[in-house]
């Protein structure tokens, strides 16, 4: 199911700047996605009508949403890279940004030309993805998949803009943590048309969602409460990379000894810049991080400061990729400028589709 917001008419007109306050009710958002308004206007010192007239005008023209997707705890998730023959990678990048698999797709300089984040629920699942989908949509050469070896050390949902004070960000962790979850499960088959209802704005008044899913609007509190608490749905708020302060954005993958592995992606999970990390299951490259920079001036003092940190432990960067351009982020579906315009649920579960006339293309492990 694919969510398409280019109907409205708001997003013709965009702004090309956003305010202190908007970048401040974003980054209070990534710590409370559906929190009222009431404490957050507190906290930032401005009336609420003043902040939903600010979050509607930022959502209306795609520059800040909440999205919400399942857990990936029990499923397989990974990164493939893909080759595509002249001028036709944007219409690769299009057809895998409309399978819910492909939850993540990018455009990447190197020798690869995209980048998609895979998630299945198995191996053969992941692998039939990849043998069966990718290497057969038109326009793509190669591939080279890399499975991850469990999820995630860290997702996207834990970055943070840096637009609040200490105090503002200390009050706002103090009412997260009557939400934090203890251990995400594996999702359940009542998540999942929450997870639909919510995709395309994790702020949905509970009415709403109520009435997505046919059911009462205090059943439907009750449901995404219990869902939230064990991990199985995250709410992730999110403002356009042009407008965050972060603009770019890097993919690394690094060798570590096995010994070490553990504890050097922990470490880096701490590092300011680092979005995503996670430990692969082939291949020499046996970590993968992403991180955000203000410019890329900024990328050789990041690997200067793991090299100074870290190498003594034995991690070696062996290659990185900066993006050129997101195209579908976590469900996301995303415009040259980086603004939201719809969304494909990250519904994993789903059949995986089969090209009827496969042509074979080449694979790098």
């Not at 958002?29 to 401005?46: H, N, V």
């Not at 029990?74 to 409309?98: F, K, Q, Y």
């Not at 954005?249 to 050097?264: E, G, K, S």
Request: aromatic residues 6%; contains cysteine.
């Amino acid at each position: 199911m694919i969510t398409d917001d280019a109907r409205n008419p708001a997003k013709h007109e965009r702004n090309s700047v956003v305010s202190e306050l908007d970048l401040a009710i974003v980054n209070a958002l990534q710590y409370l996605p559906r929190g009222s308004w009431e404490p957050i206007s507190k906290i930032l010192g401005k009336d609420i009508s003043t902040l939903t007239r600010h979050w509607q005008a930022l959502t209306d023209q795609g520059m800040a949403w909440v999205s919400c997707y399942p857990s990936l705890t029990g499923t397989v998730p990974g990164w493939v890279e893909i080759s595509c023959s002249a001028d036709r990678s944007a219409e690769v990048a299009s057809t895998l940004a409309t399978d819910p698999h492909a939850v993540t797709v990018a455009h990447t300089t190197g020798e690869w030309d995209l980048l998609a984040v895979v998630v299945a629920t198995d191996d053969k699942a992941w692998s039939d993805y990849n043998l069966d989908r990718i290497r057969h949509i038109p326009g793509v050469l190669r591939t080279r998949p890399t499975p991850f070896s469990g999820t995630y050390v860290a997702d996207g949902s834990h970055w943070r803009l840096d637009a609040l004070t200490s105090a503002q960000v200390a009050t706002l962790r103090r009412l997260q943590e009557q939400t934090d979850v203890e251990e995400s499960r594996p999702v359940s088959h009542q998540a999942r048309p929450i997870v639909a209802a919510l995709a395309a704005g994790g702020r949905l008044p509970a009415s709403e969602l109520g009435l997505a899913m046919d059911i009462h609007e205090r059943a439907a509190q009750r449901r995404l409460a219990v869902l939230l608490k064990h991990g199985e749905v995250t709410l992730r708020a999110e403002i356009a990379h042009a407008y965050s302060g972060w603009p770019v954005t890097v993919l690394f993958w690094a060798h570590a000894p096995v010994a070490a592995l553990d504890y050097l992606a922990s470490e880096i999970v701490k590092m300011r810049e680092t979005r995503t990390c996670a430990v692969t299951a082939s291949g020499n490259a046996n970590l993968t991080f992403s991180a955000a920079f203000r410019h890329f001036r900024a990328i050789r003092k990041f690997e200067s400061d793991l090299e100074g940190t870290l190498y003594r432990f034995g991690l070696r960067i062996l290659r990185k990729a900066p993006v050129m351009r997101p195209v579908k982020l976590a469900g996301t579906l995303l415009d040259e400028a980086g603004h939201r315009h719809g969304v494909v649920p990250m519904a994993y579960w789903d059949p995986i589709p089969i090209a009827p006339n496969p042509s074979p293309v080449s694979s790098h492990p």
